[in-house]
């Protein structure tokens, strides 16, 4: 028996010797021009790195994480040396306390002047002399339906509570967003410290588990796009793309406020190529890049100038894509709640996750 | 034998690599495990698991993987016997079809039953088409339990199969011919003849179930928190390096047990199949 | 007779539940729709998008790579310990036995983090050598596993007597004692291979910026939604996994009976 599988290996073993003499010869010529880029899961065009190589010659090393959670102890940990990450609001801020970034030279990053200057003022709340942060994304989180399994319109998060929709509710699974939701349906700020506040928020979710499908992060899309789920806790980014594929969906942001996000470039301290990252970072504000992704990822982009050239009039003007956020009430930033806060926040996240 | 010395600084190389990647790393586990942030000595990492979040989740893995070797057993004691009495050119086809999803990529393997009990997969579209009720499998333990009989059966029935074909057949003959009946010869030969194999499958799957954060991740949809996906996130999400460590070490606590265990059963290491 | 059927329903019972998973994932990846849910028309559009996606194909060669070099060096290194060990006293032989089950029988999570925490106190750059370090850790005691019964059944005077004709210790290795041992040597180093093809747990906590394996590609894949290239790659795996099964079962009979 045994040597039967062995002989079976021994083929696939042989095979690969033969393969791996092309395969060295392809690894080892390489110069040094690259730059490590860490980013969310499908957030930027593939084109757009592609046309990047070629124009500057500059390889681009890519990886995606999943929440800002999955990503900070990887440069905490200094293990791995990524040159320009792109955190959110509140994580830009902890990696700035903990003197995790470096300061981008604005020389270098030209077209900056692209970025509306109202987003660099949003982002004084974490970076207060924008000294390590480019704007890359913004939106709020919000929830997407489908109006063919959702009776009557949705406006508040306690739709999120409603037993009618067990098992067809999609949660984020991210410590921050999840309690947000349960922060506000409650009235609370979503960056509270309050234990009696938390508490409550986190019996909410307990409550809330048996009715969600699941709580995941990328997927949100995919399984609404394919009406897997009738409700789903989502970036508003997401909207529009999803729409497209299946326009029985409609994104609302609910009654009780929600949370508004700015994503940023910025450039750790153990970056290897810093140059390079500059060049990145500044390839990415230029309009026409800004644009082209845009259209791909369809999250709202802090690029004015892009925004001038979407030709779509109603997308140019989209109250998802471009809300005017002075008609919302509720809404918050993110902030970064020390080690204290993060303590807190995960020990509620895994008892809500240990729960029946 | 001049050269008995040199031939025993033959092990060097692996000494100092068995030292410098197995050894020290399961001190700095313990080191870890046994301090605070600030280095200090502390017990509190290895008795976090009396925390109720964590607590419970060792508990749920621990039936979990429970479950899962029984039904390991009970599914693969029938099927090892039945291969073990093919006889005939055959017998390598047939022993070969049964191991063979084992060659197939684990997260693969994990993925396919993701696909087949999704509340739109295939077992559900197949149901519809057949105007039954949908079954809400997915996100649930029972769909862990599936993932976890599904990739580690075959480790089960390896072992039983390799005991099971060791067995004498005079030995079976005479207990027949001294009036036993099929079942007594069962429950009084092959059965403790097969302990051994019985032993080494039960460690083969309940070590990889119990530790798994893989197959509750895929396919418990992050509703379901067995300990591997505590400690998981702990170093990969909260870096918390030394909670992570304590609670590996109250793991490898119940490892040791399933291995003194399996030592006192399988002396012979007969079982051994690897 | 009874008897004779049950065992055939029950072996086809555990027959569909090991073939129905992969079987659907087969027929998926033909499918013109990207849900799985209906059946959109035959295509073969997610196996040239397999092809042409090179972060696939790149991890395609970072597994076998990985697998082949962790396999030879397990291979050279767990051979020469075993020769080494069978000229040990006790006490020192069961230590080193000892030591080398650890990897096998703890929890791979567990060796999975000892060994990030190594590479992060010693500041080594995760990537692609902290993957073949720990590929070759765990993949040693699997060829020790299978050289050492060989080297015990070995009969040692071949060895001295070779060295009595004047033979060189390297060259009555390779004379006599490598051809005896070959077998055990072969398949440690298939199982190293396949162990680390199959890994992911412990490649996922030491893999650096842009290094995958098709295991934690997928991995990846899956937390995003399953892609059906997956479903292609998949069925690509099992295809290449049946042609051996049947390339093997047809090799000349004669050959089989030596081997045993």
């Given at each position: 028996m045994?040597?039967?599988?062995?002989?079976?290996?021994?083929?696939?073993?042989?095979?690969?010797?033969?393969?791996?003499?092309?395969?060295?010869?392809?690894?080892?010529?390489?110069?040094?021009?690259?730059?490590?880029?860490y980013?969310?899961?499908?957030?930027?065009?593939?084109?757009?790195?592609?046309?990047?190589?070629?124009e500057?010659?500059?390889?681009?090393?890519?990886?995606?994480?999943?929440t800002?959670?999955?990503?900070?102890?990887?440069?905490?940990?200094?293990?791995?040396?990524?040159?320009?990450?792109c955190?959110?609001d509140?994580?830009?801020?902890?990696?700035?306390?903990?003197d995790?970034?470096?300061?981008?030279n604005?020389?270098?990053?030209?077209?900056?002047?692209?970025?509306?200057?109202?987003?660099?003022?949003?982002?004084k709340?974490?970076?207060?002399?924008?000294?390590y942060?480019?704007?890359?994304?913004?939106?709020?989180?919000?929830?997407?339906?489908?109006?063919?399994?959702?009776?009557?319109?949705?406006?508040?998060?306690?739709?999120?509570?409603?037993?009618k929709?067990?098992?067809?509710?999609?949660?984020?699974?991210?410590?921050?967003d999840?309690?947000m939701?349960?922060?506000?349906?409650?009235?609370?700020?979503?960056?509270?410290?309050?234990?009696d506040?938390?508490?409550?928020?986190?019996?909410?979710?307990?409550?809330?588990?048996?009715?969600?499908?699941?709580?995941?992060?990328?997927?949100?899309?995919d399984?609404?796009?394919?009406?897997?789920?009738?409700?789903?806790?989502?970036?508003s980014?997401?909207?529009?793309?999803?729409?497209?594929?299946?326009?029985?969906?409609?994104?609302?942001?609910?009654?009780?406020?929600?949370?508004?996000?700015?994503?940023?470039?910025?450039?750790?301290?153990?970056?290897?190529?810093?140059?390079?990252?500059?060049?990145?970072?500044?390839?990415m504000?230029?309009?026409?890049?800004?644009?082209?992704?845009?259209?791909?990822?369809?999250?709202?982009?802090?690029?004015?100038?892009?925004?001038?050239?979407?030709?779509?009039e109603?997308?140019?003007?989209?109250?998802?894509?471009?809300p005017?956020?002075?008609?919302?009430?509720?809404?918050?930033?993110?902030?970064?709640?020390?080690?204290?806060?993060?303590?807190?926040?995960?020990?509620?996240?895994?008892?809500?996750?240990?729960?029946? | 034998?001049?050269?008995?010395?040199?031939?025993?600084?033959?092990?060097?190389?692996?000494?100092?690599?068995?030292?410098?990647?197995?050894?020290?790393?399961?001190?700095?586990?313990?080191?870890?495990?046994?301090?605070?942030?600030?280095?200090?000595?502390?017990?509190?990492?290895?008795l976090?698991?009396?925390?109720?979040?964590?607590?419970?989740?060792?508990?749920?893995?621990?039936?979990?993987?429970?479950?899962?070797?029984?039904?390991?057993?009970?599914?693969a004691?029938?099927?090892?016997?039945?291969?073990?009495?093919?006889?005939?050119?055959?017998?390598?086809?047939?022993?070969?079809?049964?191991?063979?999803?084992?060659?197939?990529n684990?997260?693969?393997?994990?993925?396919?039953?993701?696909?087949?009990?999704?509340?739109?997969?295939?077992?559900?579209?197949?149901?519809?088409?057949?105007?039954?009720?949908?079954?809400?499998?997915?996100?649930?333990?029972?769909?862990?339990?599936?993932?976890?009989?599904?990739?580690?059966?075959?480790?089960?029935?390896?072992?039983?199969?390799?005991?099971?074909?060791?067995?004498?057949?005079?030995?079976?003959?005479?207990?027949?011919?001294?009036?036993?009946?099929?079942?007594?010869?069962?429950i009084?030969?092959?059965?403790?003849?097969?302990?051994?194999?019985?032993i080494?499958?039960?460690?083969?799957?309940?070590?990889?179930?119990?530790?798994?954060?893989?197959?509750?991740?895929?396919?418990?949809?992050?509703?379901?928190?067995?300990?591997?996906?505590?400690?998981?996130?702990?170093f990969?999400?909260?870096?918390?390096?030394?909670?992570?460590?304590?609670?590996?070490?109250?793991l490898?606590?119940?490892?040791?047990?399933?291995?003194?265990?399996?030592?006192?059963?399988?002396k012979?290491?007969?079982?051994?199949?690897? | 007779?009874?008897?004779?059927?049950?065992k055939?329903?029950?072996?086809?019972?555990i027959?569909?539940?090991?073939?129905?998973?992969?079987?659907?994932?087969?027929?998926?990846?033909?499918?013109?729709?990207?849900?799985?849910?209906?059946?959109?028309?035959?295509?073969?559009?997610?196996?040239?998008?397999?092809?042409?996606?090179?972060?696939?194909?790149?991890?395609?060669?970072?597994?076998?790579?990985?697998?082949?070099?962790?396999?030879?060096?397990?291979?050279?290194?767990?051979?020469?310990?075993?020769?080494?060990?069978?000229?040990?006293?006790?006490?020192?032989?069961?230590?080193?036995?000892?030591?080398?089950?650890?990897?096998?029988?703890?929890?791979?999570?567990?060796?999975?983090?000892?060994?990030?925490?190594?590479?992060?106190?010693?500041k080594?750059?995760?990537?692609?050598?902290?993957?073949?370090?720990?590929?070759?850790?765990?993949?040693?005691?699997?060829?020790?596993?299978?050289?050492?019964p060989?080297?015990?059944?070995?009969?040692?005077?071949?060895?001295?007597?070779?060295?009595?004709?004047?033979?060189?210790?390297?060259?009555a290795?390779?004379?006599?004692?490598?051809?005896?041992?070959?077998?055990?040597?072969?398949?440690?180093?298939?199982?190293?291979?396949?162990?680390?093809?199959?890994?992911?747990?412990?490649?996922?906590?030491?893999?650096?910026?842009?290094?995958?394996?098709?295991?934690?590609?997928?991995?990846?894949?899956?937390?995003k939604?399953?892609?059906?290239?997956?479903?292609?790659?998949?069925?690509?795996?099992?295809?290449?996994?049946?042609?051996?099964?049947?390339?093997?079962?047809?090799?000349?009979?004669?050959?089989?009976?030596?081997?045993?």
């Amino acid at each position: 028996m045994k040597n039967r599988i062995l002989k079976s290996l021994t083929a696939i073993g042989v095979s690969a010797l033969l393969t791996a003499p092309v395969l060295f010869s392809g690894c080892c010529a390489k110069e040094k021009k690259e730059v490590y880029v860490y980013n969310w899961g499908e957030y930027i065009d593939p084109d757009v790195l592609e046309s990047f190589e070629k124009e500057t010659g500059i390889t681009v090393i890519y990886d995606e994480y999943e929440t800002n959670e999955v990503m900070y102890p990887k440069i905490e940990s200094g293990a791995v040396s990524y040159d320009v990450i792109c955190p959110s609001d509140y994580m830009i801020q902890k990696m700035i306390e903990n003197d995790m970034l470096q300061e981008i030279n604005f020389d270098n990053i030209p077209n900056a002047k692209n970025i509306g200057q109202q987003y660099f003022e949003t982002s004084k709340e974490f970076d207060p002399e924008n000294k390590y942060s480019v704007p890359y994304c913004w939106g709020t989180v919000g929830i997407l339906y489908n109006k063919t399994m959702v009776d009557e319109p949705i406006d508040s998060w306690s739709v999120l509570w409603d037993e009618k929709y067990k098992g067809e509710i999609l949660m984020q699974n991210s410590v921050r967003d999840a309690l947000m939701v349960a922060l506000k349906l409650n009235g609370y700020s979503c960056n509270s410290m309050d234990d009696d506040e938390l508490e409550k928020a986190k019996a909410d979710l307990i409550a809330q588990k048996p009715l969600v499908q699941a709580y995941v992060v990328d997927q949100v899309r995919d399984k609404m796009i394919g009406n897997e789920a009738a409700i789903g806790v989502i970036y508003s980014g997401e909207a529009i793309y999803t729409q497209r594929e299946n326009p029985d969906l409609e994104y609302v942001i609910p009654k009780e406020g929600t949370n508004v996000w700015i994503d940023s470039w910025v450039i750790p301290k153990n970056a290897q190529n810093k140059e390079n990252a500059e060049i990145f970072i500044d390839y990415m504000c230029r309009p026409e890049i800004a644009l082209k992704n845009f259209e791909f990822i369809t999250y709202s982009t802090p690029n004015d100038a892009a925004r001038d050239l979407i030709e779509e009039e109603d997308i140019k003007n989209s109250e998802i894509a471009f809300p005017d956020l002075s008609k919302y009430t509720g809404l918050e930033t993110y902030h970064y709640l020390g080690v204290e806060g993060d303590e807190k926040y995960s020990n509620i996240w895994k008892q809500i996750k240990s729960a029946d | 034998m001049k050269n008995n010395k040199a031939v025993k600084l033959l092990s060097a190389p692996y000494i100092v690599w068995a030292a410098a990647f197995i050894i020290i790393p399961l001190l700095m586990v313990f080191y870890y495990g046994l301090t605070n942030r600030d280095g200090q000595f502390t017990f509190a990492n290895v008795l976090a698991i009396q925390q109720t979040e964590h607590f419970k989740s060792l508990y749920l893995a621990l039936i979990l993987a429970l479950i899962s070797t029984v039904i390991c057993i009970l599914l693969a004691y029938p099927l090892a016997m039945i291969l073990s009495s093919l006889k005939g050119k055959n017998e390598h086809l047939v022993v070969f079809i049964f191991i063979l999803p084992m060659w197939m990529n684990f997260l693969l393997r994990t993925m396919a039953w993701q696909t087949l009990l999704e509340n739109d997969g295939v077992i559900n579209t197949v149901l519809q088409f057949l105007h039954m009720p949908k079954m809400h499998i997915i996100n649930t333990p029972s769909a862990i339990v599936f993932g976890m009989v599904y990739n580690f059966l075959p480790f089960m029935v390896l072992p039983l199969y390799n005991v099971l074909n060791k067995i004498d057949i005079n030995v079976i003959n005479a207990a027949r011919d001294l009036g036993a009946n099929p079942f007594q010869t069962f429950i009084r030969i092959t059965l403790p003849l097969s302990v051994p194999g019985i032993i080494s499958g039960i460690t083969m799957v309940f070590v990889p179930s119990l530790t798994t954060f893989v197959v509750s991740e895929m396919l418990g949809g992050s509703k379901i928190l067995l300990i591997g996906n505590v400690i998981e996130q702990e170093f990969t999400q909260n870096s918390n390096w030394n909670l992570g460590s304590g609670l590996s070490i109250v793991l490898m606590l119940f490892i040791i047990i399933s291995m003194i265990m399996s030592a006192i059963f399988d002396k012979n290491g007969e079982g051994n199949t690897l | 007779m009874i008897s004779k059927i049950l065992k055939r329903v029950y072996i086809a019972l555990i027959f569909v539940f090991l073939y129905a998973p992969m079987f659907t994932l087969i027929v998926l990846s033909f499918n013109q729709s990207k849900s799985r849910a209906k059946w959109g028309g035959f295509t073969f559009k997610w196996y040239l998008a397999l092809f042409s996606d090179r972060v696939v194909i790149q991890a395609l060669i970072n597994t076998l790579l990985i697998a082949l070099i962790s396999a030879l060096v397990a291979c050279v290194i767990g051979t020469i310990t075993c020769l080494a060990m069978n000229r040990m006293g006790n006490v020192s032989k069961s230590i080193l036995t000892g030591v080398t089950n650890i990897p096998m029988l703890n929890a791979e999570i567990v060796t999975g983090i000892s060994l990030m925490l190594l590479f992060l106190f010693f500041k080594a750059k995760f990537g692609f050598v902290t993957i073949l370090l720990s590929h070759i850790t765990f993949n040693i005691p699997y060829v020790i596993l299978s050289v050492m019964p060989r080297i015990r059944k070995m009969n040692p005077s071949n060895y001295e007597a070779a060295l009595d004709l004047g033979a060189g210790p390297l060259y009555a290795f390779f004379k006599v004692v490598l051809p005896d041992i070959w077998p055990g040597v072969l398949s440690g180093f298939l199982m190293a291979f396949t162990m680390s093809l199959d890994d992911f747990i412990i490649t996922h906590f030491t893999k650096g910026p842009g290094v995958d394996t098709l295991s934690t590609k997928i991995y990846a894949q899956v937390k995003k939604g399953i892609n059906p290239e997956m479903y292609a790659l998949s069925t690509l795996i099992f295809i290449s996994v049946l042609i051996l099964l049947i390339l093997i079962n047809r090799m000349p009979s004669g050959d089989k009976e030596k081997e045993k």
